[in-house]
Structures are given as structure tokens and as C-alpha cells.
């Protein structure tokens, strides 16, 4: 992937989206019927996470979406209704944690290794595959300090990135 592509993509990366957090029984389909939901209502999906809970007959799904703000609650209202969905929350910066984790292939060599490694360790992350004339980076945290990693990355040829969506945690008692 091409640097021009990498800054392009930061820029573009949304941070004012909207997360949602979806319990649903762990049946097949009620993903499908999650999704055109948002497609009726013309949301787009930017993020999607979905795992098993720690009881095998539920999912977690943390959904980032972005679209007409004013439209949010009647989505939440219809997804509430679907069969399979036990519950449906809108989630805020202030009332919740939320992290993401992204991998980036760099190309660098002997001498561009050193400085690389520093911003590596900067945003708190781990070299998890070193070769003669490349390397891993991961980093996990919020949306902005990742777009921030992929900003100072891209003075390097990045190969690859592989991204994961939100995940998203309730803070206190409050349910997820």
C-alpha cells in the first residue's frame, strides 16, 4: 500500500462515528438482519466486531457506524426489535473504553530500523516480526492515537495494514 493511499485512508477515518454495542442469541442469520437495517436507514458500517460471549448461546457485536446523527436512535429502536437481539446501546467516549489494534507491515532497512523502533515504542507498541529488510508493528489504543501511528509510519514504505474494528467495554456496573 503506497503512502499517498495510508494518509488518504487517515484522513478519512471517521472519529465522530457512533459505536453500538449488540447482545444477540449466537444464531446464524441475525447478523445479516443487524446489517440491512443500517442499509435501510442508509448508515454505513465502518467497524464490525463480533465474538462469542462468555456464554457460548450469545454474541457481542461492537458496531462503528457512521450516518445521519439524527436517524441513530431509530436504528437502535429497530435492531432492539429484532428476535435475536437481547439488547442494543449506543456508547460514549465520557461512559465507556473503546480500543482497536492494527497491524503494519513496514519495508525498512538496517539503517531506517532504529527510527522506526523509536516510534514503535512512542505509541506503546510491540515488533512482533523483525526480517533483514522488514518488520510487524503492533499497536492497540483509541482511533486517534492509531490514525497517529499510521500518520508517522507512513514517512516509511508500509507494505500492509490489517486493522481491527472497535471493541467497546461499559465502564462501572453499567452493562455492555
Known sequence: MST???????????????????????????????????SRRGF????????????????RMTIGISGDPDGLQQIILQVNKLVDVIHCFEHHTENSVTKEMILIKLRCSPEERSQSLQITEHFGGKTVDLTPVSMIVMISGDSPKINAAVTMFSQFSIIETVRTGKVVMARGEQPT
Open 4 to 38: 499517498t493511499i495510508v494518509k488518504e485512508a487517515v484522513v478519512a477515518a471517521r472519529d465522530d462515528s457512533s459505536t453500538l454495542s449488540v447482545l444477540v442469541n449466537n444464531q446464524p442469520g441475525v447478523l445479516m438482519r443487524i446489517c440491512q437495517v443500517f
Open 44 to 59: 454505513n458500517i465502518d467497524s464490525l466486531v463480533v465474538s462469542e460471549g462468555r456464554n457460548a448461546n450469545f454474541s
